[in-house]
Protein backbone atom coordinates (compact mmCIF):
# COMPACT_ATOMS: atom_id res chain seq x y z
CA UNK A 1 0.00 0.00 0.00
CA UNK A 2 2.77 2.33 0.99
CA UNK A 3 4.28 1.99 -2.32
CA UNK A 4 1.19 2.35 -4.34
CA UNK A 5 0.33 5.96 -2.43
CA UNK A 6 4.24 7.29 -3.22
CA UNK A 7 3.91 5.87 -6.99
CA UNK A 8 0.62 8.13 -7.03
CA UNK A 9 2.08 11.17 -5.52
CA UNK A 10 5.02 10.29 -7.80
CA UNK A 11 2.83 10.41 -10.68
CA UNK A 12 0.93 13.73 -9.30
CA UNK A 13 3.75 15.35 -8.79
CA UNK A 14 5.25 15.23 -12.85
CA UNK A 15 1.94 15.36 -14.24
CA UNK A 16 1.82 18.72 -12.05
CA UNK A 17 5.05 20.00 -12.83
CA UNK A 18 5.00 19.00 -16.86
CA UNK A 19 1.53 20.98 -16.32
CA UNK A 20 2.85 24.06 -14.91
CA UNK A 21 5.86 24.07 -17.20
CA UNK A 22 3.42 23.88 -20.49
CA UNK A 23 1.99 26.72 -19.64
CA UNK A 24 2.23 28.82 -23.18
CA UNK A 25 2.52 32.47 -21.75
CA UNK A 26 5.41 31.19 -19.64
CA UNK A 27 7.14 29.47 -22.38
CA UNK A 28 6.61 32.71 -24.49
CA UNK A 29 8.19 34.53 -21.59
CA UNK A 30 11.05 32.32 -21.43
CA UNK A 31 11.50 32.23 -25.51
CA UNK A 32 11.05 36.14 -25.49
CA UNK A 33 14.14 36.27 -22.46
CA UNK A 34 16.21 34.38 -24.82
CA UNK A 35 15.86 36.59 -27.82
CA UNK A 36 16.54 39.51 -25.79
CA UNK A 37 19.78 37.90 -24.70
CA UNK A 38 21.44 37.26 -27.95
CA UNK A 39 20.26 41.45 -28.80
CA UNK A 40 21.85 42.20 -25.98
CA UNK A 41 24.47 40.05 -26.16
CA UNK A 42 25.34 41.89 -29.34
CA UNK A 43 24.84 45.51 -28.02
CA UNK A 44 27.36 44.25 -24.92
CA UNK A 45 29.83 42.36 -27.23
CA UNK A 46 29.07 39.89 -25.10
CA UNK A 47 29.46 36.72 -27.38
CA UNK A 48 29.10 34.28 -24.52
CA UNK A 49 25.19 35.24 -24.05
CA UNK A 50 24.75 35.53 -28.24
CA UNK A 51 26.49 31.32 -27.55
CA UNK A 52 24.30 30.43 -25.08
CA UNK A 53 20.74 31.74 -26.75
CA UNK A 54 21.74 29.42 -29.35
CA UNK A 55 21.21 25.97 -30.74
CA UNK A 56 24.73 24.24 -31.92
CA UNK A 57 23.11 25.04 -35.38
CA UNK A 58 21.86 28.21 -35.33
CA UNK A 59 21.93 30.01 -39.32
CA UNK A 60 20.89 34.14 -39.69
CA UNK A 61 19.76 34.61 -42.79
CA UNK A 62 20.45 38.34 -43.79
CA UNK A 63 19.75 39.94 -46.87
CA UNK A 64 20.95 37.10 -49.19
CA UNK A 65 23.98 35.91 -46.79
CA UNK A 66 24.09 32.78 -44.30
CA UNK A 67 25.74 33.46 -40.90
CA UNK A 68 26.49 30.80 -37.76
CA UNK A 69 26.84 32.69 -34.37
CA UNK A 70 30.34 32.88 -34.65
CA UNK A 71 30.06 34.29 -38.37
CA UNK A 72 28.19 37.11 -36.38
CA UNK A 73 30.73 37.16 -33.57
CA UNK A 74 33.61 37.92 -36.37
CA UNK A 75 31.77 40.76 -37.76
CA UNK A 76 31.50 42.58 -34.47
CA UNK A 77 34.38 41.90 -33.13
CA UNK A 78 36.26 44.86 -35.37
CA UNK A 79 33.67 47.03 -34.03
CA UNK A 80 34.15 47.12 -30.11
CA UNK A 81 35.34 50.34 -28.89
CA UNK A 82 34.07 51.90 -32.21
CA UNK A 83 30.38 51.53 -32.20
CA UNK A 84 27.17 51.36 -30.02
CA UNK A 85 23.68 50.10 -31.14
CA UNK A 86 20.49 49.95 -29.44
CA UNK A 87 17.57 47.70 -30.73
CA UNK A 88 13.39 48.91 -30.32
CA UNK A 89 11.02 45.72 -31.87
CA UNK A 90 7.73 46.62 -32.63
CA UNK A 91 4.71 44.31 -34.08
CA UNK A 92 6.04 41.42 -32.16
CA UNK A 93 3.94 38.40 -32.36
CA UNK A 94 4.50 34.97 -30.22
CA UNK A 95 3.67 31.50 -30.98
CA UNK A 96 3.96 28.54 -29.53
CA UNK A 97 3.61 24.70 -30.86
CA UNK A 98 4.64 21.96 -28.11
CA UNK A 99 8.69 22.60 -28.05
CA UNK A 100 8.82 25.26 -31.09
CA UNK A 101 8.12 28.97 -31.15
CA UNK A 102 8.68 31.31 -33.51
CA UNK A 103 8.24 35.01 -33.16
CA UNK A 104 7.70 38.26 -35.71
CA UNK A 105 8.74 41.41 -35.71
CA UNK A 106 9.86 44.89 -37.00
CA UNK A 107 13.41 45.16 -35.57
CA UNK A 108 14.46 49.16 -35.57
CA UNK A 109 18.14 49.73 -34.92
CA UNK A 110 19.74 53.15 -33.98
CA UNK A 111 23.71 52.49 -34.09
CA UNK A 112 26.61 55.19 -33.96
CA UNK A 113 29.79 54.32 -35.87
CA UNK A 114 33.06 56.42 -35.18
CA UNK A 115 30.63 58.99 -34.14
CA UNK A 116 28.14 59.07 -36.96
CA UNK A 117 25.15 57.89 -36.50
CA UNK A 118 22.95 54.94 -38.49
CA UNK A 119 19.31 53.76 -38.39
CA UNK A 120 18.73 50.46 -39.69
CA UNK A 121 14.91 48.55 -39.72
CA UNK A 122 14.34 44.95 -40.56
CA UNK A 123 11.67 42.62 -40.93
CA UNK A 124 12.71 39.42 -38.98
CA UNK A 125 11.12 35.84 -38.00
CA UNK A 126 13.01 33.77 -35.11
CA UNK A 127 12.37 30.32 -34.62
CA UNK A 128 12.92 28.47 -31.30
CA UNK A 129 13.28 25.21 -30.13
CA UNK A 130 13.51 23.60 -26.79
CA UNK A 131 16.49 21.19 -26.12
CA UNK A 132 16.65 19.20 -22.75
CA UNK A 133 14.26 21.94 -21.05
CA UNK A 134 15.90 25.13 -22.14
CA UNK A 135 14.65 27.19 -24.76
CA UNK A 136 16.70 28.20 -27.45
CA UNK A 137 17.30 30.63 -31.01
CA UNK A 138 17.67 28.16 -33.87
CA UNK A 139 16.86 30.64 -36.87
CA UNK A 140 16.77 33.98 -37.54
CA UNK A 141 15.69 35.26 -40.82
CA UNK A 142 16.31 39.38 -41.27
CA UNK A 143 15.51 41.12 -44.38
CA UNK A 144 15.94 44.78 -44.81
CA UNK A 145 12.37 46.82 -44.18
CA UNK A 146 11.30 48.54 -46.69
CA UNK A 147 10.22 52.30 -45.70
CA UNK A 148 6.37 52.39 -44.32
CA UNK A 149 4.08 54.86 -45.86
CA UNK A 150 3.48 57.03 -43.17
CA UNK A 151 7.65 57.91 -43.34
Given at each position: ?????I????IIFVVCSSLS???PQIELAKVEKVFQSYFDGIKKYDYQAMRQACTSD???FEDGVVWTVEDHIKFLKPLEGKASITYT???VKKHIEGSVAWMTHRNIAEAVFDGK????EWIESAIFKR???VWKMAL?????AKPTQNQ
Open positions: MKKILGLFVSANYLLFIDPAHFENGLHSTT
